[in-house]
C-alpha cells in the first residue's frame, strides 16, 4: 500500500497542480450562473490553488476548501490532504458545490469518485467537473495513429489513466444519484499534430463542438428531495 500510495503521490507531482485560464473561466462561468445564496464549495484536486482563488472572490461563494493528495507549493491555499482514490475525509452533505477540475483522468475508479462527490453534496447540490475530450477529432486520429487517446500518451502517463466519453461520465454520475444537466465544450483544441495551432472558434458551437475541443465540462445535480 506504500508503493501504491508514492506512486499516486508522484503521479500527483507530475501533474504540476495547474489547469489552463481558459478550463478556469468556463467553470467560473456556470457558478456565476447558480442561484445568489451563499454556497459552501470543495474544491476537489485542488493543486496549487488557481480555482480556489478565484471562487473566493465569486459573491454567491460562502467558504471554498480544497482537497489534493500532495502540496504544490502554496501554503495560503486552505487544503486537505486526500487520495481521491479513497474516501474523502469530510462529512457527508456538508457542500453545496464541488469542483474537479481536471481530476477524473488522474482517477483509479471514477464509480467510486462519483460516490462520494454524491455523499458530500447536499440535497440538489451542484458539481462542475471537466476532463479532456476523447471524442474530439484530435484524439480520435491519435488512437488511430498511436493507439492511444489524445492527452493519454506516454507523455501523460501516469498522471492521466482514465479517459472518459461523455457517455461513461454521464452513466457514472447517474449511477451515483447525480443527474446530469449539461456538457459544454468550450475551448477551440489544437489541431491533430500540429498542436500550437488551434480550430477557429466559431466553429467550436452547437452539435459540432465535441469534434473540435480538447476538454469538456460537465454539470451535474445531486438527485434528492428539496
Known amino acids: 500500500m506504500a508503493l501504491l500510495l508514492d506512486n499516486r ?3 500527483a507531482i507530475l501533474s504540476g497542480g495547474t489547469s489552463s485560464n481558459q478550463i478556469l473561466r468556463s467553470v467560473i462561468e ?8 451563499l ?11 488557481q480555482l480556489i482563488a478565484l471562487l473566493s472572490k465569486l459573491p454567491n461563494i460562502a467558504s471554498v476548501v480544497g482537497l489534493d493528495l500532495v502540496e504544490h507549493g502554496s ?3 486552505n487544503t486537505i490532504s486526500s487520495d481521491l482514490n479513497s474516501d474523502f475525509p469530510c462529512a457527508s452533505d456538508s457542500f453545496d458545490l464541488l ?4 481530476v477524473i483522468e488522474h482517477l483509479e475508479n471514477p464509480r467510486h469518485f462519483a460516490r ?4 458530500l453534496l447536499k440535497p440538489n447540490g451542484i458539481l462542475i467537473l471537466t476532463t479532456p475530450n476523447i471524442e474530439s477529432f484530435r484524439s480520435l486520429i491519435s488512437l488511430w495513429a498511436r493507439g492511444t487517446h489524445g492527452a493519454f500518451g506516454d507523455r501523460e502517463y501516469p498522471a492521466h489513466i482514465t479517459p472518459m466519453l461523455a457517455t461513461d461520465t454521464d452513466r457514472v454520475l447517474d449511477e451515483a444519484g447525480i443527474s446530469v444537466l449539461a456538457h459544454r465544450y468550450s475551448n477551440p483544441g489544437a489541431l491533430p499534430h500540429f498542436t500550437r495551432w488551434k480550430w477557429p472558434k466559431r466553429w467550436v458551437v452547437g452539435s459540432q463542438a465535441k469534434r473540435f475541443s ?7 445535480k445531486k438527485v434528492g428531495c428539496t
Open 9 to 11: 503521490q508522484q503521479a
Open 30 to 37: 456556470v457558478v456565476e450562473t447558480l442561484d445568489n445564496r
Open 39 to 49: 454556497l459552501a464549495c470543495c474544491d476537489l484536486g485542488s493543486g496549487t490553488g
Open 214 to 220: 480538447d476538454g469538456i465540462l460537465v454539470v451535474g
Open 75 to 77: 501554503s495560503s491555499v
Open 99 to 102: 469542483t474537479a477540475v481536471e
Open 116 to 119: 462520494e462527490c454524491s455523499r
